[in-house]
């Protein structure tokens, strides 16, 4: 009964590859998220989607696809990996009562991405 | 202008002591400032929240103190526990913008028993 879940929990791949992230939450939220968690902790935003419809898409590579095949999921397509995608990415979710920027997100566990 | 400056990086407390950590920001637009904590190998959760309408929000041993004219908020956890150990984010965000949190850099707690 994972409120936020992600799979793989680990990703361990060549530099040049290609790879997707799948993210699923139960909660009967509106809203998913993207963030990218460096070697420092530090976590941005890097896409959001309400609804399936793209809201959020912070200035990331276009190698990174984020897709939204219904509202409880949200998966990222990473194309060619370079070693500066090694990083934690964690999905989560809001709901949204139109007052989005206030809702509480939900965290998944992360995805932990090593490039090789 | 977006940044959102959290300080200290570190800090070790005694098991019982206070816990503070500050948070620095620019733009008068931010609404809600959240914290968030993460334990090792856990996604961030939601600790505790508020709006700049209060100076104060306390929920428990957590304690969130707002100095709109200053544009700083802090977090207070009092009788500071070896279970705090984790790492904590101040965050903001703007009121209708779809969301979107802005980030402290972030600050490890370590409690010592």
């Known amino acids: 009964d994972t409120a936020v879940s992600q799979t793989p929990k680990y990703l361990v791949t060549q530099m040049g590859n290609d790879k997707s992230i799948k993210c699923e939450q139960n909660l009967g939220h509106d809203t998913m998220y993207w963030y990218k968690q460096d070697s420092k902790k530090f976590l941005k935003i890097m896409f959001s989607y309400n609804n399936k419809e793209l809201i959020i898409n912070e200035t990331v590579p276009n190698r990174f696809s984020p897709k939204s095949p219904d509202k409880a999921h949200l998966n990222l397509h990473i194309n060619s990996l370079e070693l500066g995608d090694s990083a934690v990415y964690f999905c989560?979710?809001?709901?949204?009562?139109?007052?989005?920027?206030?809702?509480?997100?939900?965290f998944g566990p992360g995805t932990r991405l090593l490039v090789l | 202008q977006q940044q959102v400056k959290q300080s200290p990086q570190s800090l070790i407390v005694q098991k019982g002591g206070i816990s503070i950590i500050n948070c620095a920001y620019e733009?008068?637009?931010?609404?809600?400032f959240p914290w968030y904590q993460q334990f090792p190998g856990k996604g961030p959760a939601l600790l505790i929240a508020?709006?700049?309408?209060?100076s104060e929000k306390k929920e428990g041993r957590f304690t969130i103190s707002f100095n709109k004219s200053a544009k700083q908020f802090s977090l207070h956890i009092m009788d500071s526990q070896p279970g705090d150990s984790a790492t904590y984010f101040c965050?903001?965000?703007?009121?209708?913008?779809?969301?979107?949190?802005?980030f402290g850099q972030g600050t490890t707690l370590q409690v010592k028993p």
């Open positions: 733009n008068t637009a931010f609404d809600y």
């Open positions: 508020i709006r700049p309408d209060v």
């Open positions: 965050a903001a965000s703007i009121e209708g913008n779809t969301g979107k949190l802005i």
């Open positions: 989560a979710s809001s709901q949204d009562r139109g007052l989005a920027a206030q809702e509480t997100q939900y």
